[in-house]
């Protein structure tokens, strides 16, 4: 798959993330472990996170529905001007024309659009897999956060709520809802307007780091930094100088 579509899928599938990962936290709280919190307070606060973050919730929130929230996005984003893009790699756009990702792709690889929805289903139906193994410990941080925000008085008025009808109904949801199609619908939107701002932005960071001094290159390097990089890098110095030799070749 070449570069940029990659790049394109990247940035789509943490964009459909972001509301799961964002769970992680109940708003600003103070750094908290275990033995710094009254137990029973993190016990009420466990019972609070076996409400709104059951375990199984983010196959909940990302199977189904994602492979289609997913297909929408790519294929807004493939609509796009090619120039929008391409300005994200800082690559001179002036000299590019209207044409969009999908125009030219068609070319290249006429199967794209069914080669880019299987790829994005499949790295979808990986990302499944790896958030719901890590799912415990999200529900561990969850309890600690919870425990560290709200006072015992304030979870046990939090769990008689979830212990009803309505707040067992809302509580099951209340992270599902972000992942809804009204949601996606505006995150959906959000992402080419992002794309088209992100060329601005970088001229910004540009601006804002300009007085940092420049990154060195290998050759700025002295003895002893270039035998600790190898060694970093699992390399024989002379394998190193070999492949920075190469690199410098290639950019002269």
């Given at each position: 798959?070449?570069?940029?579509?990659?790049?394109?899928?990247?940035?789509?599938?943490?964009?459909?993330?972001?509301?799961?990962?964002?769970?992680?936290?109940?708003?600003?709280?103070?750094?908290?472990?275990?033995?710094?919190?009254?137990?029973?307070?993190?016990?009420?606060?466990?019972q609070t996170?076996?409400?709104?973050?059951?375990l199984g919730?983010?196959?909940?929130?990302?199977?189904?529905?994602?492979?289609?929230?997913?297909?929408?996005?790519?294929?807004?984003?493939?609509?796009?001007?090619?120039?929008?893009?391409?300005?994200?790699?800082?690559?001179?756009?002036?000299?590019?024309?209207?044409?969009?990702?999908?125009?030219?792709?068609?070319?290249?690889?006429?199967?794209?659009?069914?080669?880019?929805?299987?790829?994005?289903?499949?790295?979808?139906?990986?990302?499944?897999?790896?958030?719901?193994?890590?799912?415990?410990?999200?529900?561990?941080?969850?309890?600690?956060?919870?425990?560290?925000?709200?006072?015992?008085?304030?979870?046990?008025?939090?769990?008689?709520?979830?212990?009803?009808?309505?707040?067992?109904?809302?509580?099951?949801?209340?992270?599902?809802?972000?992942?809804?199609?009204?949601?996606?619908?505006?995150?959906?939107?959000?992402?080419?307007?992002?794309?088209?701002?992100?060329?601005?932005?970088?001229?910004?960071?540009?601006?804002?780091?300009?007085?940092?001094?420049?990154?060195?290159?290998?050759?700025?390097?002295?003895?002893?930094?270039?035998?600790?990089?190898?060694?970093?890098?699992?390399?024989?110095?002379?394998?190193?100088?070999?492949?920075?030799?190469?690199?410098?070749?290639?950019?002269?």
């Amino acid at each position: 798959m070449p570069k940029f579509l990659a790049a394109l899928i990247a940035p789509a599938l943490l964009l459909t993330a972001a509301p799961a990962l964002a769970a992680q936290a109940p708003g600003e709280t103070e750094a908290a472990t275990e033995t710094s919190i009254d137990p029973a307070r993190l016990a009420s606060a466990r019972q609070t996170v076996d409400y709104v973050f059951p375990l199984g919730t983010y196959a909940r929130i990302m199977n189904g529905t994602m492979d289609k929230i997913m297909d929408s996005m790519m294929d807004s984003m493939s609509k796009m001007p090619l120039k929008d893009l391409a300005g994200l790699s800082g690559v001179d756009t002036q000299k590019l024309g209207s044409a969009s990702l999908a125009e030219i792709m068609e070319i290249y690889d006429p199967a794209y659009k069914e080669r880019l929805k299987v790829t994005t289903h499949t790295m979808m139906a990986e990302m499944i897999g790896l958030m719901t193994d890590f799912e415990p410990e999200i529900r561990d941080g969850l309890a600690k956060a919870y425990a560290a925000k709200f006072d015992a008085k304030q979870l046990g008025e939090l769990n008689a709520f979830f212990a009803t009808p309505t707040g067992k109904s809302y509580a099951a949801d209340s992270y599902i809802i972000m992942m809804s199609p009204e949601v996606m619908e505006k995150m959906q939107a959000f992402m080419p307007r992002m794309m088209q701002q992100m060329p601005a932005i970088g001229e910004k960071v540009k601006a804002a780091t300009a007085a940092l001094p420049a990154p060195r290159k290998y050759a700025d390097l002295g003895k002893a930094e270039k035998a600790k990089l190898a060694k970093l890098l699992g390399l024989a110095e002379a394998e190193l100088e070999k492949q920075e030799a190469a690199k410098a070749k290639q950019a002269d």
